[in-house]
């Protein structure tokens, strides 16, 4: 919802690879000038759109899961596994689900993913920004094995 979040996100995402970015009706517009100008133009660079399959979390995730991607919720929870488990770097087709800054995503939207995952913390800190929490998860979640 916030456009500098939303700028920073897609900066993460041309910086680490991520394939493309899929919006809900609910994020702010891309194209607003302050994402344009956080993300570094990098907007234009990323593939985007905003889902159009119906009800959110349901019918997207069900979207998600139809074109054969496993769906990550990134949220704290008690049934989360860390952004590291190896589980979630066999996958071969992860689609990361982020939520907005402060409420995250909502019980519904993670009973509908196939994992909940948490970045480990330190010091007592609870969680990051969703714009720094993309970054980690872009970099851990978006590497795959060369084979190497």
């Not at 920073?8 to 302050?34: K, N, Q, V």
């Not at 049934?79 to 519904?108: F, R």
């Not at 993670?110 to 909940?116: E, P, Q, W």
Request: a negative charge.
């Amino acid at each position: 919802m916030n456009p500098t979040n939303l700028g920073a996100i897609f900066r993460s995402a041309a910086a680490l690879g991520i394939d493309g970015i899929l919006l809900t009706d609910g994020c702010t517009d891309p194209l607003y000038r302050r994402a344009i100008r956080v993300s570094m133009g990098n907007v234009f660079l990323i593939p985007w759109t905003f889902l159009d399959s119906g009800e959110w979390p349901k019918d997207g995730i069900q979207f998600l899961h139809r074109q054969g991607f496993k769906t990550a919720a990134m949220a704290l929870s008690d049934k989360s596994v860390s952004i590291d488990d190896p589980q979630l770097a066999a996958e071969k087709k992860l689609a990361i689900v982020l939520g907005t800054e402060g409420d995250g995503l909502s019980e519904q939207t993670i009973a509908d993913c196939d994992y909940t995952v948490r970045i480990p913390m330190s010091h007592g800190v609870d969680s990051l920004n969703v714009a720094a929490a993309s970054a980690v998860a872009f970099w851990q979640l978006g590497r795959k094995s060369s084979g190497s």
